[in-house]
């Protein structure tokens, strides 16, 4: 049986070890969001004849993803991680690769429309690196993607992006 002193003595050991774990939490949070920082400066550092930040920057977001606590913090990961994709195909010498790196964005974009369907950015970043699939498979063997390309581009212009901007205005030019 259980007296006042052991009941108390176990409600505060609960408590003590509550706020343990917010601290963890709190720092496993501040942690995620220098890591997603981290691959945020990698992905501006990028250029044609420096390539290596966008694998950094990959490896940093494949590490973070769906490990906050925080669903916008995942939708953020996996979109940046698109973007990295959209821009590493772009940059791919083969069309094989370029499909296969585009493939890669537009999954990550459809991962975040998972996470939340509600904003632009995921069903444009899904667009356009479907688009880009397109181009590098030929444009007369991607016309079946054409339906799904144009539902990319109206959903994107149907929602506010993340950061509340016009789905019209995503990326400077928008999905028109």
Do not use: C
Request: proline share 2%; aromatic share 10%; no cysteine.
């Amino acid at each position: 049986m259980y007296s006042y002193r052991n009941y108390m003595s176990a409600a505060v050991s609960a408590v003590v070890v509550s706020l343990s774990l917010t601290n963890i939490s709190f720092a496993h949070e501040a942690l995620a969001e220098k890591s997603f920082d981290d691959a945020m400066a990698a992905f501006s550092q990028r250029s044609a004849s420096n390539p290596a930040p966008i694998e950094e920057a990959l490896s940093i977001l494949t590490s973070l993803e769906n490990k906050s606590d925080d669903a916008d913090v995942n939708y953020d990961v996996l979109i940046l991680k698109s973007r990295v994709y959209y821009w590493k195909g772009l940059h791919a010498a083969a069309n094989k690769e370029k499909m296969a790196v585009h493939e890669l964005g537009q999954n990550a974009a459809e991962a975040a429309k998972k996470i939340n369907d509600g904003y632009a950015d995921a069903y444009y970043f899904a667009g356009i690196n479907l688009a880009r699939w397109g181009e590098a498979n030929g444009i007369v063997q991607s016309l079946f993607k054409k339906d799904q390309l144009m539902k990319y581009m109206n959903d994107a212009m149907d929602r506010p992006t993340r950061d509340g901007q016009a789905g019209e205005s995503i990326d400077g030019y928008g999905p028109d």
